[in-house]
């Protein structure tokens, strides 16, 4: 059957999508800044993780919506509405976090992108067609499919000045470079999870919680293993505003646990997509790190992005047939 989605509130999830994508270029710079001064990655993104924690914690308990919602949980667990292997959906963003630590001193922050971005657009096309998120079935159609090899493409023009430095790493940095694949196909499933478990609360509150929760223990589970092994030999950071990743994450979160069951993963994809690029260009033009500049390439690749969304998200959304 055939369903159109009313134009302007397309554009509007889009527009939100937008928003939520360019969130992740100053969590990235404020992660990186963390672990730079504290010497320790992992305690980094830790911090991160119990930053965004108690912020969501916070908020869903002052909010009388929060606390309804929340009060949900175990009657969606017994009427089996969730399921507990949902809430490793707070996983996968641990798994971003160790992957990028893991790989990208091997291959290059320009590989991990593109095999991110990759598992994220192949992920977001397989869930749509096999009808897993609450928005239903959707077909891989020419625009889509056009949509989808547009943004890899935009990607690849914003990374290319840093792809050539991958073949120094040998042949192993192509095995490498699965791992950030399989976890960019993997965030799709994240998505579709926190979509439904907003859903059966009737809010992304608790949902977005529960993502930091097992985030937060994922995470500080590997600090212990760490601090046994090695030791852990770096410490906390006095400037504030480093901690305030994990409140953007937040925000990342729950726009996509909204946007999903509306627009799908896929669209919902390009859209977060089309944001990194575009924060990352204002991230890079306002507070350049070192050898990071803006070039024709990165404004080329940005402009690329949005026009990929442009073409397979808003318009005509056609359902696959069951």
């Known amino acids: 059957m055939t369903s159109t989605t009313p134009a302007a509130r397309l ?38 993780f119990t930053a965004g924690l108690l912020v969501i914690f916070a908020v869903t308990l002052a909010t009388r919506r929060g606390r309804q919602t929340l009060a949900r949980v175990p009657e969606a667990l017994r009427s089996r509405t969730v399921r507990p292997w949902y809430f490793a959906a707070g996983a996968v963003g641990s ?26 657009l192949l992920g977001g096309i397989l869930v749509d067609r096999l009808g897993l998120s609450p928005a239903g079935a959707r077909r891989l159609t020419p625009r889509r499919a056009a949509g989808a090899l547009l943004a890899l493409a935009a990607v690849v023009v914003v990374v290319w000045p840093r792809l050539g430095a991958a073949g120094q790493a040998g ?10 694949l399989l976890i960019g196909v993997a965030t799709s499933g994240q998505q579709v999870l926190n979509a439904r478990q907003a859903a059966a609360y009737g809010s992304v509150l608790p949902a977005t919680l529960i993502n930091f ?21 770096g410490g906390l950071v006095p400037q504030w505003w480093l901690y305030l990743g994990g409140p953007l994450g937040c925000v990342f979160i729950g726009f996509s646990a ?15 997509v089309s944001g990194n690029l575009i924060g990352s260009l204002a991230v890079d033009a306002l507070a350049p790190a070192d050898g990071a500049r803006v070039t024709a390439l990165t404004v080329a690749g940005t402009l690329g992005a949005v026009a990929a969304a442009a073409l397979a998200g808003p318009g005509r959304t056609r359902r696959a047939r069951r």
């Open 11 to 48: 554009v509007l999830f889009f527009a939100m999508a937008v928003a939520a994508g360019a969130t992740m270029p100053v969590q990235g710079r404020l992660n990186a800044q963390f672990a730079a001064q504290s010497g320790e990655p992992v305690l980094a993104s830790f911090a991160s």
């Open 95 to 120: 798994c971003v976090v160790l992957a990028q630590s893991g790989s990208i001193g091997t291959i290059g922050v320009a590989v991990f992108t593109v095999a991110l971005v990759t598992g994220q």
């Open 171 to 180: 042949p192993g940095w192509l095995l490498l470079a699965a791992i950030p």
């Open 213 to 233: 929760l097992v985030g937060a223990g994922a995470i500080g589970l590997v600090l212990a293993v760490q601090a046994v092994l090695t030791g852990v030999d």
């Open 258 to 272: 909204i946007l999903v069951p509306r627009v799908g993963v896929f669209t919902a994809t390009l859209g977060l």
